[in-house]
């Protein structure tokens, strides 16, 4: 039965409001390429797939006005209780979450079509190649996806081990998986003949067998990949997404969802590139090196460092901030932990009502996924101005008298530009070891997610300053207002 808008409108109209929406998603992303017009380009993104989704149901007649009300009610619902109640720090997990139901809803919608024009067919029939085969292509990568983002956001949380595992038999056994999903796909489009509604007809096992190795295809690619390296998985799933929804939109003969699929895609698989340049590392060593091995060095922590640690307090630290022309503060994931955020801002606050240069050293993998400092500091109000990226601030270090690391630990360790065949040996570093003086904020001497020492915190111009990163900024607000008043 024809759609409610179908019916009153011509074929023209479908395809210019999926145009508009179109036009809504690329001037998104634009908008989301600057913190500025970031949540201004997410609301326009957003209202773009609003758009498509309600145009889609209304004019195929997939669902009664009545059923698709209440299914925008309550995924949005759901959609607004987790961006409420989740924490920033968790956001990640969430992104990993919402990558992996796109892929799964893609798999999930391509079978749904092969079994809806099987059930149609009355005589001896096949179905057309141009289905069969984007069906088995959005089966494969949305199952992958699906899969292997459940096991990245499960990494993040610390429900499933974040140390890198790297086997022949873990190679050989995404091998085979790969194999048997391609050869059930082959199965899906070399069909023969069958007749509709035929019980028997091959391709009905061989799209789930194709479903189910991919399943365990993606479990295996995600699985042995260190913690480390989850910003850039996280990136490179979002970009499978992307794909499994393009491809799907193929399944469909549906624009908009092949242009929105299309434009994830892309995006997502460029921001893997920038991550992995970041990192100084390819994408096959990302997928298969593992970072975070090391040679063992990094079991007793106490025992490198022993002797060689310059510890400090938030007095001392005032102390110097006092007599500070410029200072630079560089946040990493310890502080995301800790929600120091606001504290910082405030401290920073205080410093530039002082006469005090101050700035934030921001590194493109700094937390668990791209923007995440930006977007705690930006929670935080902090001006834009402030940021510097590591290109622009890693200059200034030598003109700066304190530079303050709130959490962070591998994006500052000088072992990067100094040693050869360490895991992030050549990676891009925040080089905060030039500053005159360098506040090290963090818990303990635990190594970062590389697993390895930093040498920086042994450095004759470094200071410790041990405690949680929320508490030991809120100290240095109060001890920094006490000293000024």
């Known amino acids: 039965m024809a759609g409610i808008l179908a019916q009153n409108l011509p074929d023209a109209a479908l395809q210019f409001l999926y145009l508009v929406a179109g036009v809504l998603f690329i001037q998104g992303l634009r908008d989301m390429t600057h913190p500025r017009t970031a949540t201004r380009g997410n609301q326009i993104s957003a209202g773009g797939m609003f758009l498509a989704v309600i145009v889609t149901a209304l004019w195929f007649d997939i669902l009664s006005p009545l059923v698709l009300a209440a299914a925008l009610l309550i995924g949005g619902g759901v959609g607004v209780w987790l961006a409420v109640t989740v924490e920033t720090t968790e956001m990640p997990q969430l992104v990993g ?5 796109g892929g799964g809803a893609s798999a999930l919608v391509a079978g749904a079509e092969l079994v809806d024009t099987f059930n ?4 001896v029939t096949t179905l057309p190649v141009s289905l069969t085969a984007t069906a088995a292509i959005a089966g494969i990568i949305g199952s992958v996806t699906f899969w292997g983002s459940l096991v990245a956001a499960g990494k993040l949380q610390g429900i499933v081990g974040g140390s890198p595992v790297s086997t022949n038999v873990g190679h050989v056994i995404k091998v085979l998986f790969l194999g048997a999903a391609v050869i059930a796909g082959l199965v899906l489009v070399i069909q023969p003949e069958m007749v509709g509604n035929s019980p028997i007809a091959p391709w009905i096992p061989s799209y789930w067998v194709l479903v189910g190795a991919a399943s365990i295809l993606g479990i295996f690619l995600v699985f042995p990949i260190g913690g480390a390296d989850m910003p850039v998985v996280i990136a490179l799933l979002n970009s499978y997404s992307g794909l499994a929804a393009a491809t799907t939109g193929f399944v469909l003969g549906n624009t908009a969802l092949i242009v929105a699929g299309t434009l994830v895609g892309a995006s997502g698989l460029i921001l893997t590139v920038i991550m992995c340049e970041s990192m100084n590392r390819s994408l096959t060593n990302v997928l298969f090196g593992g970072l975070g091995t090391d040679d063992g060095e990094s ?8 002797g060689q ?3 400090t307090s938030p007095e001392e630290v005032v102390m110097l901030l006092e007599t500070a022309d410029r200072a ?3 946040p990493g994931y310890g502080m995301a932990v800790a929600q120091a955020q606001h504290a910082v801002a405030e401290l920073i606050e205080l410093l530039d009502e002082h006469g005090v240069d101050v700035e934030f050293g921001i590194h493109p993998v700094a937390g668990r996924m791209p923007g995440h400092m930006n977007a705690l500091l930006a929670e935080a109000d902090v001006p834009y101005d402030k940021m510097r990226e590591l290109e622009e601030v890693n200059p200034t270090f030598s003109q700066t008298d304190v530079a303050i690391v709130c959490g962070a630990n591998d994006v500052v360790n000088p072992r990067a530009n100094e040693e050869d065949g360490s895991p992030i040996s050549g990676m891009p570093v925040l ?4 500053a005159n003086t360098v506040i090290v904020n963090k818990r303990s001497l635990s190594p970062g997610f590389s697993g390895i020492p930093n040498p920086l915190f042994a450095r004759d111009n470094t200071s410790m300053l041990f ?3 929320k508490e030991s900024m809120q100290e240095l607000v109060n001890d920094y207002k006490e000293a000024t008043d």
């Open 309 to 311: 640690i310059q510890e």
């Open 328 to 330: 630079v503060v560089v």
């Open 431 to 434: 080089n905060v070891a030039e």
């Open 467 to 469: 405690g949680d990163a």
């Open 97 to 101: 979450l919402f990558n992996g139901f």
């Open 299 to 306: 079991k007793d922590m106490e025992g490198i460092y022993e």
């Open 120 to 123: 149609g067919a009355t005589a």
